[in-house]
């Protein structure tokens, strides 16, 4: 979804790459097989004294020389990747982050190049994992002779000390003493809550218990989160 429009406004948002397998691909750069209209060559000859083809197209469509030399020299600047490092308590329930980036900007009137810093806000949405990018177009740096560049920040999730993440699965590694064994558990969640996975039956030793839709949010189908996979491990007295 990479040069989608952000539905929160907060910059363009990939998720098709969750994986963070590296910088992204450049831009849309032209559309394939629209470069003319085959078969109408012969327009002008329909209009006596090229009518159509200087007076509707501007010479048959054609930019003067000067602008196309000023748009391949003005190249955009390259992309500035970001990490964007987020708890797993952030990736459940949300939130936003602002971050401040510096550039290189060149100063109207004298062609100098100076810093210039820039609060960012990201709307991080709920289920987004490690991988995920999110697009400011043009607020990187500025160079002679380019157009502003990118800057694109990528999600890095932080390691949890109790819940390790499994797509949008979370699983839960329980230790239980033998007292414990028939008593009602429960957890510390992701949201702030104590999170209730044992009703009181016996435990056995590397039981795993499921709780559907316990898990992270997804964040292409939100009517379909992951579930919560928790694995008890009986103490021995």
């Given at each position: 979804?990479?040069?989608?429009?952000?539905?929160?406004g907060?910059?363009?948002?990939d998720?098709?790459?969750?994986r963070?397998?590296?910088?992204?691909?450049?831009?849309?750069?032209g559309?394939?097989?629209?470069?003319g209209?085959?078969?109408?060559?012969?327009?002008?000859g329909?209009?006596?004294?090229?009518?159509?083809?200087?007076?509707?197209?501007?010479?048959?469509?054609?930019?003067?020389q000067?602008?196309?030399?000023?748009?391949r020299?003005r190249?955009?600047?390259?992309?500035?990747?970001?990490?964007?490092?987020?708890?797993?308590e952030?990736?459940?329930?949300?939130?936003?982050?602002?971050?401040?980036?510096?550039?290189?900007?060149?100063?109207?009137?004298?062609g100098?190049?100076?810093d210039?810093?820039?609060?960012l806000?990201?709307?991080?949405?709920?289920?987004?994992?490690?991988?995920?990018k999110?697009?400011?177009a043009?607020?990187?740096?500025?160079?002679?002779?380019?157009?502003?560049?990118?800057?694109?920040?990528?999600?890095q999730?932080?390691?949890?000390?109790?819940?390790?993440?499994?797509?949008?699965d979370?699983?839960?590694?329980?230790?239980?003493?033998?007292?414990?064994?028939?008593?009602?558990?429960?957890?510390?969640?992701?949201?702030?809550?104590?999170?209730e996975?044992?009703?009181?039956?016996?435990?056995?030793?590397?039981?795993?218990?499921?709780?559907?839709?316990?898990?992270?949010?997804n964040?292409?189908?939100?009517?379909?989160?992951g579930?919560?996979?928790?694995?008890?491990?009986?103490?021995?007295?």
């Amino acid at each position: 979804m990479f040069g989608t429009r952000s539905p929160f406004g907060f910059g363009e948002v990939d998720d098709s790459d969750e994986r963070g397998m590296g910088p992204m691909g450049g831009g849309f750069g032209g559309f394939p097989g629209f470069g003319g209209f085959p078969g109408m060559g012969g327009l002008g000859g329909m209009f006596p004294g090229g009518m159509m083809g200087d007076r509707m197209f501007g010479q048959r469509g054609r930019r003067p020389q000067h602008q196309q030399e000023s748009s391949r020299k003005r190249q955009k600047g390259p992309v500035c990747q970001v990490p964007l490092r987020c708890t797993l308590e952030e990736l459940y329930t949300g939130t936003v982050k602002k971050m401040r980036v510096t550039r290189k900007r060149i100063v109207a009137g004298t062609g100098a190049v100076r810093d210039d810093s820039v609060v960012l806000a990201i709307n991080v949405k709920p289920g987004w994992k490690s991988g995920t990018k999110v697009t400011f177009a043009g607020e990187g740096d500025e160079l002679p002779g380019q157009l502003p560049g990118d800057v694109v920040f990528v999600v890095q999730e932080i390691e949890h000390a109790l819940f390790l993440r499994q797509g949008n699965d979370l699983a839960c590694h329980l230790a239980v003493s033998a007292s414990e064994r028939c008593q009602r558990l429960t957890v510390p969640f992701l949201d702030g809550t104590d999170l209730e996975v044992w009703q009181g039956a016996l435990i056995v030793d590397q039981q795993t218990t499921r709780l559907r839709g316990k898990g992270m949010p997804n964040s292409r189908r939100e009517s379909s989160p992951g579930d919560l996979i928790v694995t008890f491990h009986v103490l021995q007295d």
